[in-house]
Every structure is written in structure tokens, then in C-alpha cells.
């Protein structure tokens, strides 16, 4: 069996976890650090990051420029900081179990 | 006579299929059809082509995981129950799959006595009615719920959510005495409850100090409120999906910004339609770019969320030098408050609150 098992086929899952960290990002939309695990794409990071970016651009734009903004989800808190022009951002991941969860 | 209810079993191993199309439709008591399928793009092609009742799905496979299939599902097939079946013990793809609206979630049974307990909760999934879109501990609609209290002579306080609004109905010895929503209370805060198209509620125990303010018997109620409903909907042809006519709809919303307007801490608010333009507003000068904002905010972020698969949008808030932002959203409209730089988190939050519910209602 054990022999067998070297030629069986690994599944391979892709059900990702979302990880709980920080990154920045600069205003070219450029990955700077990560505290995020590795197995967290890079182009996940890059594409919430140019998601804020568009919201802060786009608030300036408005006239109502923001240096901070939250975004909660049901499963899922963001929170970016608005970085010389790129953010820092934070990921939250939110359980069921989570003291003071509405 | 019944319709057969069907099942879509889901997952990658041949084995647990062949296992599980076994029990399910040899020991269920509807004796349903079950059909599987061994990847997520089957189980959506067999989804296209015939009607189920259920879904029954993995977490964990390769190619399309469980929750891209049931991002789909629940968007294209609002009416499927979906229960999760899967190795995985993490409670945040429990929180993610709840918040993508599963009905259940389930860690594969390792005993004869959590087999047969998964298989009593797929009996009583299958055999709610198909009707109603409030899901509560017993699964039934909430006229059903007030029917059977009433009936039975019980006493009770039904807690009722719709969205980020909560009401209440008081059942004392079968007779409804009181409601309350949106800050209002008795019979039209039970008009306005029962017309809650969606939502969820919870029975508690009753409160023998609430005072009565509800004299008409729960049939007259019931009765009352169809009609109410009724006529609400008759207003304008085509518009009764809607629940409420665009005309009343500005009317409250005219409603709303008048009482925002004098609320402490307040700068602006905007409310926008279902077309995404800037529909009421107090306190902007020139409510475009606001809009621009909050149209691309939404839009953007929704996208986000949908990709990352982590449920509903609840809550926008940026913070500036000038002023805070709340986006908040309701199926129809989002809703955009300016605070003044000042406002403390605690006082948007409950602020916010107090909006929110004038808004929902």
C-alpha cells in the first residue's frame, strides 16, 4: 500500500484560508512588505491593494479625501491606511465565535 | 401528489459518493432521487439542467473548491438549500460558507450517532416548505410561526431581523399584545414587521410586564395586515416585487432626511437608488462627486468581496481630515452619512443605528 501510494495522484485542493496580517503597498500599486504568510498570493495582495487605492484616489478626486477607510464583511474586516500615496493594509478574518461579533 | 424532492451530492472522492448516494436516498423517509457529481463544474452543469431541491457540497477539491461553487449557486439558484459536508474543522470557512448563506454545516460524520443525526437534519431541510424567505428555529414562515403560537395558546416574544433592523412581536396566552419596529409600535409595527420580505427570527420567552397595546384578535391581525400588503402593492402595476412604490419610496426618504437633518454630529447624507444615481440628499452643495465615490466604493468593493468569497458587504466606513463616511446598503439603495471629524466611533455607531433603522423601515 505504502508503495502504491508514491504513484497515487496528491489532491490537490486549492481551497484557500484568508490569513490574518498587514501589508503596504506604494502608489504604483508595488508590494513593499507583507506580513502575510507566502502561501498568500501576491497577486491577492496586489489586487486588494488596488481596489484601495481606487477608493482613496477616487475620494481625493471627490473632494472628500480620506485617510483611513474600513470595509466589513460578513466574514472579513479590511482596514487601510492611506501611505504617502500607497496604504498599508490590514486583513481580518471574522468568525462566528469572535467576542463582541454583532 | 408530491413532487420527488433530488439531491446534488458533491465531491471529489468517488468513494464517499457511492457511500453517501447509498444512505441518503435508502434511508431518508421522502426517498429522494440523489445524483452526484465528482467536480464543481458537473455539479453546476447538472445544476443548469435539472431542478434540485438540495446541494450537498465539499469544501475542499481540486480545480473549482466548494466555496466558488456555492458563490455561484447561491447567486444563480437562490431558492437551492445547501448544506456543507466537509473534513474541514476551521471555524473561518464555517463563518465564510455561513456568510455565503448555507443552511447548514456539517464536519463528516466519524459515528453511527453523528451519521444518523446529519441525516434527521437533511430529513427536516427537505421537508420545510419551499415557501417564505424567513429562516428561523423552526423553518417555517413567520405568519406560520404567529398561527401556531396563537394557536396554541402560548406565550412568547418573537424576535424578528431584517437586515440591520430588529423588531419584536409579544404573544401572551395566544393573542398578540404588542410589537415594535423602527421605532414604532403596535398594530403598524406589526403591519410593518409582516411585511418583511426576507429575514430571520428567534422565539424567546415571554415577558409578563409588556403592556398591552394590541386589542385586535391575531386573525383580524393577519387579516388587517394581508390587506394592508395588498394594497401597498397594488399602488403601481409592476412595482409589487418591490414591496413599495418609487413615489413612497421618496416620500420616506424625504422623511428620513429631515430627521438626519437634526441629529447631532450629522454633516450630510445621501441616498442613492437602485440606478445608483444621487437620489435625496441634505447638506451636500453638489452631491456628484460624493456619489462618484460612493458608486465606485460600493461597486469596487463588492467585486472584492465576491472574489474573495467572504459573504455580504455590511458596513463602509473612511475617515478623513475633514469628515467621517458610513456607506451602508440595503438591497434597493445605499446610504451614505457624512460625520463631522470630531465623532467619536461610538457615537457613529449608534448613530448609525438610529439611520438605519428609519432608513430600513
Known amino acids: 500500500m505504502g508503495l502504491l501510494s508514491l504513484f497515487s495522484k496528491p489532491k490537490e485542493a486549492k481551497l484557500m484560508r484568508l490569513p490574518s496580517g498587514s501589508f503596504t503597498m506604494d502608489a ?71 467576542p463582541g461579533r454583532p | 401528489m408530491a413532487t420527488q424532492q433530488k439531491i446534488l451530492l458533491l465531491d471529489d472522492d468517488q468513494d464517499f459518493l457511492d457511500l453517501y448516494k447509498e444512505m441518503l436516498s435508502q434511508h431518508l423517509s421522502c426517498l429522494p432521487e440523489v445524483r452526484t457529481a465528482s467536480s464543481g463544474s458537473r455539479a453546476l452543469s447538472l445544476l443548469e439542467s435539472e431542478g434540485f431541491t438540495l446541494l450537498i457540497v465539499d469544501l475542499n477539491m481540486p480545480k473549482m473548491d466548494g466555496l466558488q461553487v456555492l458563490s455561484i449557486a447561491r447567486r444563480k439558484y437562490p431558492q437551492l438549500k445547501v448544506v456543507v459536508l466537509t473534513g474541514i474543522r476551521d471555524d473561518q470557512f464555517r463563518t465564510r460558507a455561513y456568510a455565503m448563506g448555507v443552511d447548514q454545516y456539517w464536519i463528516k460524520p466519524e459515528s453511527d450517532q453523528e451519521m444518523g443525526l446529519f441525516m434527521e437534519s437533511i430529513e427536516s431541510l427537505l421537508s420545510r416548505e419551499a415557501q417564505g424567505g424567513f429562516r428561523g428555529v423552526q423553518s417555517k414562515s413567520l405568519v406560520d410561526i404567529i398561527q401556531l403560537e396563537c394557536l396554541s395558546q402560548s406565550s412568547s416574544v418573537l424576535k424578528i431581523t431584517n437586515g440591520m433592523v430588529e423588531g419584536k412581536i409579544w404573544i401572551q396566552n395566544g393573542e398578540v ?21 426576507t429575514g430571520s427570527f428567534e422565539i424567546f420567552p415571554a415577558d409578563p410586564l409588556r403592556a398591552r397595546a394590541i386589542f385586535t384578535s391575531y386573525q383580524g391581525l393577519l387579516l388587517n395586515t394581508a390587506q394592508a400588503i395588498d394594497e401597498a402593492a397594488a399602488v403601481i402595476p409592476g412595482e409589487a416585487g418591490s414591496g413599495e412604490a418609487p413615489v413612497t419610496e421618496r416620500l420616506n426618504n424625504q422623511m428620513l432626511l429631515t430627521e438626519v437633518s437634526q441629529m447631532h454630529g450629522v454633516e450630510f447624507l445621501l441616498i442613492m437608488g437602485k440606478d445608483k444615481k444621487a437620489e435625496d440628499y441634505w447638506g451636500l452643495e453638489n452631491p456628484k462627486p460624493v456619489a462618484h465615490w460612493v458608486r465606485q466604493t460600493v461597486d469596487s468593493f463588492r467585486e472584492l468581496g465576491e472574489r474573495l468569497q467572504v459573504g455580504e458587504m455590511q458596513q463602509i466606513t473612511g475617515t478623513g481630515p475633514h469628515r467621517k463616511m458610513t456607506l451602508a446598503f440595503s ?31
Not at chain 1, 498568500?40 to 486588494?48: G, N, T, V
Open chain 1, 28 to 98: 504604483d500599486g508595488k508590494i513593499m512588505t507583507s506580513t502575510l504568510p507566502q502561501s498568500f498570493p501576491e497577486s491577492r495582495m496586489r489586487e486588494i491593494g488596488q481596489h484601495v487605492l481606487a477608493s482613496f484616489r477616487v475620494a481625493r478626486q471627490a473632494q472628500v479625501p480620506l485617510s483611513e477607510v474600513i470595509i466589513n464583511y460578513a466574514a472579513l474586516k479590511l482596514l487601510a491606511r492611506e501611505l504617502r500615496g500607497g496604504a498599508i493594509v490590514f486583513i481580518m478574518p471574522q468568525t462566528l465565535n469572535q
Open chain 2, 177 to 197: 399584545i404588542d410589537a415594535e419596529a423602527a421605532g414604532i409600535t403596535a398594530e403598524p409595527a406589526f403591519q410593518r414587521i409582516l411585511s418583511w420580505k
Open chain 2, 331 to 361: 438591497g434597493r439603495s445605499n446610504l451614505c452619512v457624512g460625520f463631522q471629524a470630531a465623532a467619536t466611533a461610538e457615537q457613529i455607531r449608534e448613530t448609525m443605528r438610529t439611520i438605519i433603522t428609519k432608513w430600513a423601515s
